[in-house]
Structures are given as C-alpha cells and as structure tokens.
C-alpha cells in the first residue's frame, strides 16, 4: 500500500519517526519558510500539510492541494490560514492550544518587567560603559507591585498572565469577549471592566485576543490616547492587533511611557521600520512559545493532529470540522 504524502514546512524540534513511518515524508529544511509559489507547487499532490504561522495558507493554495486532508498547524493561532476554505473543502485544520500557555504568559512577564524597569537600556548603558557611579535619579521606571494590570482577552494565557500578577499584589482588570464567569474572576482577583475602563485606569496594558477581523487594529490613535501617559503597552498576540504606525506616534509623543511586543506587522520587521529608532521600546522576535519543552510539546501535537487526520480521525486539536 502506498503511504499518504505529507509536507512539513520547516524542520521541527522533535522526532518524525513516528510519523515517517506512516507517511512519505518531505521537509523543508531552509531556515527560510518557503516562498507562496514554492508552497504551492510542493502541495501538489500531498495529502497532509504541517505549516506554521509563517506560511499562507489560503483559498488558491488549499484548491491546488486537491488530495489534501488535513492541515495541522504548529502554533495555537491560525490567522494565516482561510479556515473557511478548508471548512468548505471538508478538510480539518488542527492547532497546538495549551501547550504553549505558560511559556507566552512568561514572556509577556518578561517584556512587562524588562519594559518597566529598562532593563534593555540598562543593558546597553552597562555594555557601553557607561556606568560611573550610583546615581539617585539612574534609569528610572514603573512601579509593577501594586499596580493595575490590564487584560485584553481572558482566555488560557491571559488568565495565565493574571496569575502570575497576584505575588504582585496588583489590581487586575480584564476585557474579554465572554462576561463574566464570577468564580474565576474571585479565583484570580479579577475585575471585569469595558475596553474604555480598562485603557483609562491601566498601568499595564497586554493583549492576548486571537487576530480576527474585529480584532484587526483594535489599537489606534483613539485607544492609546485613551490611556495614561505613564502607562507601559505589551503585544505578545499578533502585530495587526497594533496600529503599527500609532504606537509609533504615541511612544514618540510620550502619550504612554513605554512598550514592549513580540509581533510586528509585518514579520519580521522591516529594517527601516520607525520603531527601530525607540529607546522606550523593547521589541523580540515572536519568541513567546520559545522554550525548549514548549516548541517540542507544540510540534508533537502538530504531528498527532497529522495523522489523525490522515487516518480519517477527528483531530484531537482542531479548529473547524
Ligand atoms: C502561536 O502559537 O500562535 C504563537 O504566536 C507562536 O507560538
């Protein structure tokens, strides 16, 4: 019997054995993802595809892969993928949720605490040589105890996010599509509040919303303004959640304190992007999910959902059919 076809966009950090014995196996190997019209041709014919968020999945891509049964995501968003297509075409798309949770809300701390404290500029004050002496007013920055941290979507990392607040004796309020569930709100100490509320009495503001069509530049000139000037705004979601160009303006205009983010619109960001040149800045290279465990977890759950799907089962992890 001839073995399904399986494409996988990028060498994974785990073991494929599993899978190379049940699939005809193919990877693509480039530290680069490959280009759309490369994709396509490798599609052809295949029966499975592994993609990451780095990869456009979309209506032409998924028509031209006329075998294809299953589409297995490594990352828990899937907004570079036009799930409707693969709905109407039958063909189940999986994710990795979960897995990844506790290493994005740990990084969002990181960026929160590097962002408050100025820990890059310190770093580069130290590097440069900079340091003379203890200075009473040295590389000044936010006060995190006793704060309020605001929370954009409370769904698994912003609720992971929220907990790791409370040795911060902090005042946490959220937003989120879903209101309210009272247990969970006395469990983690949280406060429902509206987006308006939320940005006019945050110190911290960090978003973890999946990028929709309503959450497309949820962030503008209007919300930034909206928020205190000494407030610190974190991005560990998806770049186009930001107006991109606003940030700019609001970081440079001192209208909030600082930022720090780990998606950028586009990614990666273009060398002449303006928010290359901010100090109050702190800006990593989409590395929330970026743990040793975390990447191999994510990558054996892609794989699970792989054969699954290429075995006619429902998918463990999905997020259509
Ligand atoms: C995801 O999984 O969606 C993250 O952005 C990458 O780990």
């Not at 006793?146 to 698994?156: H, K, Q, S, V, Y």
């Amino acid at each position: 019997m001839t073995k399904p076809k399986v494409f996988i966009t990028r060498n994974l950090p785990t073991n494929l054995s599993i899978l190379q014995q049940f699939a005809d196996v193919e990877v693509w190997l480039e530290r680069q993802p490959p280009a759309y019209e490369v994709l396509l041709s490798k599609v052809r014919g295949i029966d499975g595809l592994l993609c990451l968020l780095t990869d456009k999945i979309d209506e032409q891509l998924i028509e031209t892969a006329t075998n294809l049964r299953v589409i297995s995501q490594m990352a828990v968003g899937y907004d570079n993928i036009d799930v409707g297509a693969a709905t109407a075409r039958k063909i189940p798309v999986g994710n990795t949720p979960g897995v990844l949770t506790d290493a994005t809300a740990d990084l969002t701390w990181a960026l929160l605490m590097a962002s408050a404290r100025r820990i890059v500029e310190a770093d580069k004050f130290t590097h440069a040589l900079r340091w003379q002496t203890w200075e009473p007013d040295l590389l000044l920055g936010a006060d995190i105890t006793g704060a309020t941290l605001g929370i954009i979507g409370f769904g698994r990392i912003g609720q992971a996010v929220a907990r790791r607040a409370s040795g911060f004796d902090m005042k946490i309020i959220y937003t989120s599509t879903k209101c309210c569930d009272k247990e969970l709100e006395k469990k983690l100490n949280a406060e429902f509040v509206s987006f308006e509320t939320l940005l006019e009495e945050s110190d911290f503001v960090t978003i973890h919303t999946p990028l929709t069509n309503d959450t497309y530049h949820l962030f503008g000139k209007t919300q930034f303004e909206l928020m205190k000037r000494s407030a610190i705004f974190i991005n560990t979601a998806r770049g186009s959640i930001v107006n991109q160009e606003e940030l700019y303006n609001a970081l440079v205009n001192k209208q909030i304190a600082g930022a720090a983010i780990d998606v950028t619109d586009p990614e990666p960001i273009k060398s002449d992007s303006p928010l290359l040149s901010l100090n109050n800045l702190v800006i990593a290279p989409h590395i929330g999910s970026a743990s040793y465990k975390t990447r191999q977890k994510m990558a054996d759950m892609a794989i699970e959902n792989l054969i699954s799907g290429l075995k006619g089962e429902q998918l463990p992890y999905r997020v259509n059919v």
